[in-house]
């Protein structure tokens, strides 16, 4: 059993400078990680609201093992099952052969390919499946900055995608914002924690305003952890967060958090954050649901990845609502 920090029980205490070659393999900082989880991550979804669907398209290099979790998920709809998905090609298992000459340009096993146009800015993400009707073809352009974490191991960046989709022979078109993200450097054990679920967002209104937020339940909002194992100290409960908004960058330093849940499909169908930045300003949004599927990183936990429609100060916007559970939460409350 490894003794590291889970990478989701770290906590942002501020922000880094993201420099060019941050967008490549990291192997000197990888082999700082003693535990055979050692990780690094490269994250790039995509959403089309008004036909309900959402995707994510990962490459997860477990650097000690040599070995790749990768592939793209793209869904309609609310789903009962991973395999549900109208494109589900994300592999488990893969060598690491695909990235031997870096991130610059890459194809895994599976077809999943992701190229480099210009480090920070620009990169192209294909994808084709003649058998299944599924093809995927896009282009992202940031927005803004990368969002670097004071660790200098994780950032995150809204994106402008533009392009096509083909879902089972229907064709889509893409042009909208999506939160893609990067991380090296960190462990990530499979190991089974005594912790609440952790809600972790993502939303983009239009090229000024964005946020990311990860937070646990806690009381009073979730009342039912009060006095329990799974009941966090205040100042434990957010992990990380920002906003970004008319150019200006500020990190979220707690919440109020309130998800309305199905906990016996584990189906997110509401989220209302009151979140505080570091300037004691309070931003208010609420979401609700457009497509799920659930997906487990790991045996041990479940992931539900929804996409939202978020509402905040009269402006409309699209992110990510991925809602995670531990093995000894479910026992304890899926009653």
């Known amino acids: 059993m490894s003794n590291e920090v889970p990478f989701f029980l770290m906590q942002n205490e501020g922000f880094a400078k993201a420099r060019p070659e941050d967008d490549l393999l990291h192997p000197e900082r990888n082999k700082l990680v003693q535990s055979h989880s050692a990780t690094e991550t490269q994250y790039f979804?995509?959403?089309?609201?008004?036909?309900?669907?959402?995707?994510?398209?990962?490459?997860?290099?477990?650097?000690?093992?040599?070995?790749?979790?990768?592939?793209?998920?793209?869904?309609?709809?609310?789903?009962?099952?991973?395999?549900?998905?109208?494109?589900?090609?994300?592999?488990?298992?893969?060598?690491?052969?695909?990235?031997?000459?870096?991130?610059?340009?890459?194809?895994?096993?599976?077809?999943?390919?992701?190229?480099?146009?210009?480090?920070?800015?620009?990169?192209?993400?294909?994808?084709?499946?003649?058998?299944?009707?599924?093809?995927?073809?896009?282009?992202?352009?940031?927005?803004?900055?990368?969002?670097?974490?004071?660790?200098?191991?994780?950032?995150?960046?809204?994106?402008?995608?533009?392009?096509?989709?083909?879902?089972?022979g229907e064709k889509h078109k893409v042009d909208g914002y999506h939160v893609r993200d990067r991380s090296w450097g960190k462990a990530r054990p499979e190991n089974n924690v005594p912790m609440p679920p952790s809600t972790w967002v993502t939303g983009v209104f239009n090229d000024e305003f964005a946020f990311n937020c990860a937070s646990f339940d806690a009381p009073p909002d979730h009342p039912e952890l009060r006095g329990t194992r799974f009941e966090l100290p205040a100042d434990k409960t957010v992990t990380s967060g920002w906003i970004y908004r008319g150019g200006r960058l500020r990190r979220v330093v707690s919440t109020k958090k309130r998800v309305e849940r199905d906990l016996s499909r584990l189906l997110t169908h509401r989220v209302e954050f009151e979140i505080t930045d570091d300037l004691g300003e309070v931003m208010r949004v609420t979401g609700t649901l457009v497509a799920s599927l659930p997906w487990a990183y790991w045996p041990t936990m479940h992931d539900t990845m929804s996409l939202m429609r978020w509402e905040c100060d009269g402006l409309t916007g699209y992110g990510d609502c991925q809602d995670v559970f531990w093995n000894d939460y479910l026992v304890d409350f899926l009653k």
């Open 45 to 168: 979804g995509f959403n089309i609201p008004a036909a309900g669907i959402n995707a994510l398209g990962y490459m997860w290099h477990h650097t000690k093992l040599h070995t790749i979790t990768g592939g793209l998920l793209a869904w309609k709809g609310i789903k009962p099952s991973t395999n549900a998905a109208e494109l589900c090609d994300m592999h488990d298992f893969m060598t690491d052969d695909a990235i031997r000459n870096d991130l610059h340009e890459y194809r895994l096993d599976n077809g999943y390919g992701v190229k480099i146009i210009e480090p920070l800015q620009r990169h192209h993400v294909t994808y084709a499946d003649s058998a299944r009707g599924n093809e995927v073809d896009l282009h992202y352009e940031a927005v803004c900055p990368p969002v670097m974490f004071g660790d200098g191991n994780h950032f995150e960046q809204p994106m402008r995608v533009r392009g096509t989709v083909v879902l089972r």
